[in-house]
């Protein structure tokens, strides 16, 4: 019997990953929230984008759904994140 191991990360172009340094704060800023677009997201993320902003002083929420759940972001998507502060990205079932 042979067992095959599979690896399920999605590596296209293979360039080193570097995390952002960390926000001093949230306030005046943009969050972006990527969801994968399943039924639990929606209330979840409306809950929580009013919750940055009263609360912490965010500025704008920007939500954007996946095309694909099971696909990675598009371009569209990967062109946005770059004009967000901070970026939170969740799905739901």
């Given at each position: 019997?042979?067992?095959?191991?599979l690896?399920?990360?999605y590596d296209?172009d293979?360039?080193?990953?570097?995390?952002?340094q960390?926000?001093?704060?949230?306030?005046?800023?943009?969050?972006?929230?990527?969801?994968n677009?399943?039924?639990?997201?929606?209330?979840?993320?409306?809950?929580?984008?009013?919750?940055?902003?009263?609360?912490?002083?965010?500025?704008?929420v920007e939500r954007?759904?996946?095309?694909?759940?099971s696909?990675p972001?598009?371009?569209?998507i990967m062109?946005?994140t770059?004009?967000w502060?901070a970026?939170?990205?969740?799905?739901g079932d």
């Amino acid at each position: 019997m042979t067992i095959e191991v599979l690896d399920p990360s999605y590596d296209e172009d293979g360039e080193p990953f570097t995390a952002s340094q960390r926000l001093d704060s949230l306030t005046g800023i943009v969050v972006g929230v990527i969801s994968n677009g399943k039924q639990g997201t929606g209330r979840f993320f409306d809950a929580f984008a009013e919750h940055l902003q009263t609360a912490h002083g965010v500025t704008r929420v920007e939500r954007l759904v996946k095309a694909n759940y099971s696909a990675p972001a598009g371009d569209d998507i990967m062109d946005a994140t770059k004009t967000w502060n901070a970026l939170v990205s969740g799905i739901g079932d």
